[in-house]
Each structure stands twice: as C-alpha cells, then as structure tokens.
C-alpha cells in the first residue's frame, strides 16, 4: 500500500502487527503500532490530540 506525507512517498506494511493495550489516560483498549515500553503512557486516539492540545497550550502559555 502506498500513500504520501508532503509529497514523499512511503509503504505502509500491512503485516505490521499492532499491540492493544490500554489507554494510560482513560484506559480504554487500544491498539499501537509499536510495542509499548514500561514507564512509557500510551493513549488511544481521542486522548492523544487532548494531549498534544494540553501541551500545545501549556507552551504557549509559557511563550
């Protein structure tokens, strides 16, 4: 499968095996494309944009 990030073309490989595992925030059942390491949080798509909205707004009150 091919599809493009600005104008690069990539393969995405669709025998990639995703892990589920449970949202560090919510802890509803995800799954990630990578395997998760201890200590690190993992967030289902809804609470990673809220993240990033947090983070995003935490900087920009530090500005």
């Known amino acids: 499968m091919l599809f493009q ?3 690069k073309k990539r393969f995405r490989n669709p025998e990639k095996k995703m892990h589920r595992v449970p949202c560090s925030r919510c802890g509803k059942e995800t799954g ?3 395997r998760p390491r201890l200590g690190r949080p993992v967030y289902c798509r809804r609470c990673f944009a ?3 909205k947090e983070k995003k707004a935490k900087e920009e009150a530090n500005d």
């Open 5 to 7: 990030i600005k104008g």
């Open 32 to 34: 990630v494309p990578f």
């Open 50 to 52: 809220r993240v990033l």
